[in-house]
């Protein structure tokens, strides 16, 4: 049974820090791409940011500079370091793993969604 758990949400003051972490059990992590999400009232859910399982990141524009995303394989855990935090940064966050299997028409996918954990930016 895959499971994906995400920690660290709550609320921060504009201009502080969080750091949000998933913890993923049931998949081979280390062959995994993972990346976070987010979803703020109203909005489609959107990539904050994301890292493959060879290191290679990448960050929405909104959060270049401010946001870091890493992984430990090891503790089969990705985390988003959360910096100069904005109050549009307010949503739910979620973690997902993305992997793959095959070739051509045969490829299958394999994406797994945590549950969300609330990040709250306000004075």
């Known amino acids: 049974q895959v499971q994906l758990v995400e920690s660290g949400g709550g609320l921060v003051q504009p201009g502080g820090s969080l750091r949000l972490s998933c913890a993923a059990s049931g998949i081979i992590f280390s062959i995994n791409d993972m990346g976070w999400y987010r979803q703020a009232p109203g909005k489609e859910r959107e990539l904050v940011a994301a890292v493959t399982s060879g290191g290679t990141t990448n960050y929405a524009d909104s959060v270049k500079g401010r946001f870091t995303i890493s992984r430990d394989n090891a503790k089969n855990t990705v985390y988003l370091q959360m910096n100069s935090l904005k109050p549009e940064d307010t949503a739910v966050y979620y973690c997902?793993?993305?992997?793959?299997?095959?070739?051509?028409?045969?490829?299958?996918?394999?994406?797994?969604w945590g549950q969300g954990t609330q990040v709250t930016v306000s004075s």
């Open positions: 997902k793993s993305s992997s793959s299997s095959g070739t051509g028409w045969r490829t299958k996918f394999y994406d797994y």
